[in-house]
């Protein structure tokens, strides 16, 4: 089992900046690629980044591509994601999740942390 604790939202005017934290426990944490989805109201949840185990690696969605990016520190078990320039339509609650070696989820999620971004 694994615990995913997201924290580091809230609220920020356009063109603001946040960084967001997931720190994980449980699973071997470096044996894992790690990633940010988000969610707005009434819409499907959607990728935002993926980082590699190693971190060497990392892909990001279109509509953030430039203007956030993930990274992560093994040593202390916690993903982070800087998210700068941010944009009204970036609102939205922001998990992070385990990743196989596809880069596709494997079922553990965060709680959750909402991001507002008012214009």
């Known amino acids: 089992q694994v615990q995913l604790v997201e924290s580091g939202g809230g609220l920020v005017q356009a063109g603001g900046s946040l960084r967001l934290s ?3 426990s449980g699973r071997t ?7 940010w989805f988000r969610q707005a109201p009434g819409k499907e949840r959607e ?19 430039g203007r956030f990016t993930i990274s992560r520190d093994n040593a202390k078990n916690t993903v982070y994601l800087q998210m700068n320039s941010l944009k009204p339509e970036d609102t ?7 990743l196989n070696r596809y880069l596709s989820p494997t079922g553990d999620w965060g709680q959750g942390t909402q991001v507002t971004v008012s214009s």
């Open 29 to 35: 944490f470096v044996t894992y690629a790690m990633g």
């Open 92 to 98: 939205a609650v922001y998990y992070c999740a385990l």
């Open 47 to 65: 990728f935002a980044a993926a980082i590699s185990w190693s971190g060497g690696y990392t892909k990001y969605a279109d509509s953030v591509k």
């Open 22 to 24: 997931c720190a994980a």
